[in-house]
């Protein structure tokens, strides 16, 4: 199997005025210290080009959230590929607050996954079922129906990565399990396998996401089947978000 190269993920959301995001740029100074993670951070549109140039040397990916699929055009509020890869190399797509609150569709996301990748953006695919579906014993009906459409006729680069993010998870402090995360991360690797290859699904780096801390960041990354973590609350802490890198580089090694 080749190696695949771990990734620490810290998505800002809608936090943080302009000094405050100075000052946790600041705390990241060292994190290129920790060897053999990727290390991306996603703040708001606002700050992506003042991140970008405070962290240009720290050897840190900046990503954007969000993006629309088309280059340019009439979407008013909205940010094409174009304009964010003047910024960014990275971007969040599919999160399950824009699934939930903003009424992202499979079939948009499936655009934006392809137009990222044409715009030589990376995406982080973000997929993960609510409270109601795991109660219901849907969890993996609803992961495999997204890979699907998500995914569909998509030309899958090596090393391209998933967020697994159960919504019950985040931000509410109560983590899914290592073995919740690891099994349902195994089985999103085994749909990648089933909808492109076994080789190509053995390079896709797959994060979880929900709740991760330092504390579980090292059990997480310590399962087969996770690469790494995405990160929400313990990414405004500077030192927590190192603590996690460390974590991930610590299990990885
Ligand atoms: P928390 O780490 O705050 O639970 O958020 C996870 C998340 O949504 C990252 O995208």
Redesign the pocket.
Known sequence: MSKRIPVS?G?W?MNGTNAEVDALCDGLAGIDQIRGVEVVV?PSFLQLARVSDKLATSGVHVAGQNMHAAASGAFTGEVSPTQLREVAGWV?LG???RRQHFCESEEALNDKVRSALEHRLTPIL?VGEQLHEREAGDTEAVLKRQIALDLDEIYLPDGFVI?Y?PVW?????K?ASEVEAQDACAYIRDRVSQLFDPAKANTIRILY?????PENAGTFAAQPDIDGA??????LDAESFKGITQAIADAKR
Do not use: D, M, Q, R
């Open positions: 993920a998505n959301k996603a969040l999160h399950s607050e973000c967020a993010e998870a985040i931000g509410t402090g983590a996401g929900g709740s991760v801390k995405l990160v929400g609350g313990a990414s």
